[in-house]
Nanobody, 119 residues
Framework: QVQVVESGGGLVQPGGSLKLSCAAS????????MSWYRQAPGKERELVAT????????DYVDSVKGRFTISRDNAKNTVYLQMNSLKPEDTAVYYC????????????WGKGTLVTVSS
């Protein structure tokens, strides 16, 4: 049974930090690229950060570069998103996505975790 479960969201003041985790099971985690997306109220879901399956290369949306860091631990089947210098505009539900690109593309999504940045 495939599971993708996010955790670590919550309420934080502007300038603060949070670390999100995404625990995966039921598929070969190390073969999947992992991404974090977010969706703010009234807005479309946007890609925040991606880490590849092989080399572990990373990419970020411009608005979080220098503040957020994505990483993965293949031994624990977990991907992380360290978020520093948080801003009110980072408030959103954060989703984890696992993607495999092969003869047949496979995608799994988590249900999300809410991050609220407010004083």
């Amino acid at each position: 049974q495939v599971q993708v479960v996010e955790s670590g969201g919550g309420l934080v003041q502007p300038g603060g930090s949070l670390k999100l985790s995404c625990a995966a099971s039921g598929f070969p985690f190390r073969n999947y690229a992992m991404s974090w997306y977010r969706q703010a109220p009234g807005k479309e879901r946007e890609l925040v950060a991606t880490i590849t399956s092989a080399a572990g290369s990373t990419d970020y949306v411009d608005s979080v570069k220098g503040r957020f860091t994505i990483s993965r631990d293949n031994a624990k089947n977990t991907v992380y998103l360290q978020m520093n210098s948080l801003k009110p505009e980072d408030t959103a539900v954060y989703y984890c996505k696992a993607a495999y690109a092969g003869l047949r593309d496979i995608v799994y999504w988590g249900k999300g975790t809410l991050v609220t940045v407010s004083s």
